[in-house]
């Protein structure tokens, strides 16, 4: 009842207080969308992190099109666990649309529960909160991704990846079991560690609008990049990516998408804040994230977005998928997400604040206050 309290709250205080405003006047006949920009000051409550506080924003250019909008979104949250977290997510497209440059900023200082590397509720470690293993480590994490576009759909580009990790320190629980967890899932990541990575990628996108696509379209990203200690980082790994989404309008702007994505990491020592993971707010919503890891995961979510009135939608989605170990897979239990949620359109480039409620097939549920959509 508690928990309910407070996500109600914070519901409405969040949905009420959206500032966002469309420079529509400047605007010509030329521009689809006209220059936006949108403050949300935002509350969450969720296992990981008890009740945290911050802002979700984003400035979007104006755009002749609907499906190439160049524009700066982020956030900062603060939680009463003493996180931070900060995040910065540029996409511009120059040189007449032909080149897109995307990536991603993030800076944390996060406090975390460590579960050991497996699939298996009954084999994960410091389940109990009495006893819950927990560390706190600051990271730095940088993106830098240019495609060239070889015509409206079809793109490729490198990749680039910078990552630092410091452990900042840890609790009684995890400090005394620490050597036995090494020992048992490996060394990597416990010590401060570097990662540069570089890689390339490959996507085909006809999503009439990246941000809500309303027209039926697909989208397919693949990518593929390693870290090396040739290049300075301190573990050799490799990973792979592959993300395909559809969407599907079905009758009334109503909206079927769907969405199958793969994600593995090879090597022999891996940090494991890097290993895959399922669960979080764009992935099986309703898993709490990085509780289940290992070195690859699979997914498949289904959502159906229903115009309700004005700026308002509502969806309903599930999803299932797990982690396992490509190398010797098995999956005793598939975690199952699912749930409902409210979307409120901030801008005319189809942003909208998301708030939803989902729940799992281990009895427990979650709330997550988010702007974009999860896929």
């Not at 506080?53 to 104006?62: D, H, P, R, V």
């Not at 830098?144 to 900042?168: H, K």
Request: glycine share 8%; proline share 3%; charged share 20%.
């Amino acid at each position: 009842m508690k928990n309910r309290l407070i996500y109600l709250i914070l519901f409405l205080l969040t949905t009420l207080s959206v500032f966002a405003k469309e420079n529509t006047d400047s605007v010509s006949s030329h521009y689809a969308v006209p220059r936006s920009w949108f403050l949300v000051p935002a509350g969450f409550y969720q296992e990981e992190t008890s009740l945290g506080l911050g802002i979700n924003g984003g400035f979007y250019l104006k755009s002749k099109s609907l499906d190439k909008i160049s524009s700066i979104s982020g956030s900062a949250f603060y939680t009463l666990l003493n996180q931070v977290k900060i995040n910065l997510n540029p996409r511009f497209y120059l040189a007449d649309d032909r080149v897109y440059l995307t990536g991603r900023v993030q800076l944390r200082h996060y406090v975390e529960h460590y579960y050991g590397i497996s699939n298996d509720i009954n084999a994960l470690v410091g389940v109990d909160e009495n006893n819950a293993n927990i560390y706190t480590s600051q990271i730095f994490d940088i993106d830098v991704e240019p495609f060239y576009n070889f015509n409206n759909d079809i793109s490729a580009g490198v990749f680039l990846s910078l990552r630092g990790e410091r452990m900042a320190k840890y609790n009684d629980a995890l400090a005394a079991n620490l050597e036995g967890y090494k020992q048992r899932y490996g060394s990597a990541g416990w010590d401060d560690y570097f990662m540069l990575g570089i890689g390339a990628q490959f996507m085909y996108d006809t999503r009439d609008n990246a941000f809500y696509p309303q027209k039926f379209s697909n989208f397919l990203k693949f990518s593929a990049k390693t870290y090396n200690k040739a290049l300075g980082s301190s573990f050799n790994m490799t990973s792979l990516n592959l993300d395909y989404r559809q969407y599907v309008p079905t009758w009334l702007g109503q909206v079927f998408a769907w969405q199958v994505k793969f994600e593995t990491a090879l090597g022999n020592e891996m940090p494991f804040q890097m290993l895959p993971t399922v669960g979080g707010s764009d992935n099986i919503r309703g898993i709490r994230e990085r509780k289940y890891i290992d070195n690859s995961m699979f997914e498949v979510q289904m959502e159906y977005r229903i115009p309700i009135w004005w700026r308002l939608k509502a969806v309903v989605f599930c999803s299932v998928g797990d982690v396992f170990d490509i190398y010797n897979p098995s999956i005793v239990k598939p975690k199952i997400g699912y749930g409902a949620g409210i979307r409120c359109r901030i801008n005319g480039a189809r942003v909208n604040l998301r708030v939803d409620f989902a729940g799992n097939n281990y009895g427990e549920f979650k709330f997550y206050i988010t702007a974009t959509e999860a896929f």
